[in-house]
């Protein structure tokens, strides 16, 4: 599992994104960006038995 | 003819209760067909992240504010505890996203929609007071960071988050108590006035309510 830590070494600084007065580690960038995905596919991905349920409306 | 017994407290209370919520509405077999969507699944994905939370944090407290730094188990659970807050955590916001644009208020709902918001707020408050009790420098920074926002406040003579004992008993009785009855009650709002429908299914008379 060693490889797996590599990926995301934790004995470093964390690494921000500022721009003008708005300051985000990239951590929590990804995590909203994740959100915001999980939105959108909320929204437009089709429920399994959808249509059957609006067909027993 | 109202008898002796009608009077009795217990009997207006039991009446009160199955006629706001009888048990068909409380466990029902079926929901309405717009409730099959995936925006619909996140809130109860946050309850389910919520009882796994609960779940290891009794298994933490088992052996004290410590012991999980030190033991394979302890790392373990630590860990389930950690992402499972963020499960919830992550969820819930979705959940907040979905029922906003849905303008979840409507049809008499303003009660449940604030039971979340509240519910939202204490959670907030609940993770904080769990970062600075991991008794870890991780702690320790966020405590003497936190400590200067909250006595900005005022808030710090009474809520002091450099104090472990404090933070720890907030996060592990209080806080919890809190969040456990807030979310009772908007999970019994939620069965009491139905699941918020898409703008398109509102009945007629609700959609002129909006308008007003």
Known sequence: ?57 | MSTEIDRQWTTRLRKRLTGKLPPEKLLPDTQPAYVASWIYVFGVTTLAAMGVVIGTGCILSLRGPQWWHESGVGHFVNSLHLWSVEIFFFAMIVHLWGKYFMAAWRGGRALTWMTGVVTFVVSIVTGLTGYVSQTNFDSQWISTQAKDGINATGGGAFFNVLNLGQMLMWHIVLLPIGAVLLTALHVLMVRVKGVVPPFEDTPKTVKAEVAQ
């Open chain 1, 1 to 57: 599992m060693s490889w797996l830590a590599s990926l995301i070494p934790m004995d470093h600084y964390g690494h921000y994104i500022s721009w003008h007065f708005i300051q985000v580690s990239v951590a929590n960038l990804v995590i909203i960006v994740l959100m915001v995905v999980t939105f959108i596919a909320a929204l437009l991905l089709p429920f399994p038995g959808r249509a059957r349920r609006r067909g027993n409306k």
